[in-house]
């Protein structure tokens, strides 16, 4: 098995988790997460997204969470990524002090449609306008449906391609696959990966899987082997899409950290910090969680006490 010394996970638990619930999360309470997740050792962590109050109400106070985290992390040890859907939104995150962003584009065209009323080639325009008004903003392009949508089924990889190739004609260069709502299997993961890294090898394209079929994990071992070092998860296997029904949580952290060093692989995140974070959502949040290790014991994890 070919595998890494290595890789970086990035928590997206704060934006795609969040932005889940119904129910209002207190800022407090969001604040207090993701001080868990810094002290878990996260380098990257999506702290929100800049979309319109009436689309996503639980991300109505993503000023606030912004402004707390840059007042308090100035250190600059760890990267605050929020998500933007349009020049508006990375406009009041710019402003705000945040320097990295994500971007989303469906690969499907109905999906698209109904994230963000546009065309793919509408966002690529969208996108463009983004860069340059902001050229020092780092953009993290998310292409999501890759692996499947819920409207128009298979993506074909041309489409696929074809976004790669605009987004790098406007200027960006670090991409993100997304399995919006969880479809592929292990094999497609490989042949999808090396289908692109055929025509892109020196992307180093990021991951962001969904586990609603229980294939998360088998497409992370499937991936590592195709080359891919960084991993999009959401503690507690929080998450799924406003806009695509049927998606459910995101890959959980503490399992795919629990993993991969097992596997030897480092990661960098301290679990049982994590796991003190996730207990933290499980009895102030009570969501249903996707996450295994949320339930072992701790006698059968070695922890005491
Ligand atoms: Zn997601």
């Known amino acids: ?3 890494p010394k290595d ?7 704060p934006r795609d988790g969040f932005q889940s619930i119904k129910e209002w999360i207190p800022t407090e309470l969001k604040l207090q997460i993701i001080d868990g997740l810094i002290k878990s050792n996260f380098k990257k962590i999506e702290i929100t997204s800049f979309v319109h109050p009436k689309a996503i109400p639980q991300m109505k106070d993503a000023k606030e969470i912004v402004q707390t985290l840059l007042q308090k992390y100035d250190d600059k040890n760890v990267i605050f990524n929020a998500l933007v859907p349009n020049l508006f939104g990375a406009k009041a995150a710019y402003e705000l002090g945040i320097r990295e962003v994500t971007y989303v584009i469906s690969a499907s065209k109905a999906h698209n449609r109904a994230n963000v009323k546009r065309t793919p080639r509408e966002s690529f325009d969208g996108l463009k306008e983004l860069k340059d008004t902001y050229p020092d903003l780092k ?5 999501a449906t890759v692996f499947g949508c819920p409207y128009e089924g ?9 976004m790669i190739e605009q987004g790098l004609h406007v200027g960006v260069d670090n991409f993100t696959l997304a399995d919006t709502i969880g ?37 992370v071992l499937s991936a590592l082997q195709c080359g891919v ?14 806009f695509a029904p049927g998606a459910a949580g995101n890959i959980a ?4 950290v629990n993993m991969l060093e097992n596997m030897d692989i480092k990661t960098g995140v301290k679990l049982d910090k994590l796991l003190n974070t996730v207990k933290i959502v499980k009895e102030k ?11 072992v014991d701790s006698c059968s994890t070695g922890e005491k006490g």
């Open 1 to 3: 098995m070919k595998l």
């Open 7 to 13: 890789v970086r996970i990035v928590e997206v638990g």
């Open 139 to 143: 953009i993290n392009l998310a292409i």
């Open 154 to 162: 298979d993506i074909a990889i041309e489409q696929v391609k074809w």
């Open 183 to 219: 479809v592929a299997n292990p094999r497609q993961m490989s042949v999808v990966l090396k289908e692109l890294k055929k025509d892109f090898k020196d992307i180093d394209f990021a991951l962001h899987l969904h586990d609603t079929r229980g294939m998360g994990l088998a497409n």
């Open 229 to 242: 070092r960084t991993f999009e998860s959401a503690l507690g296997g929080l998450g799924g899409c406003p």
């Open 253 to 256: 952290s503490e399992d795919l």
């Open 285 to 295: 949040i009570k969501p249903i969680l996707t996450s295994h290790m949320a339930y």
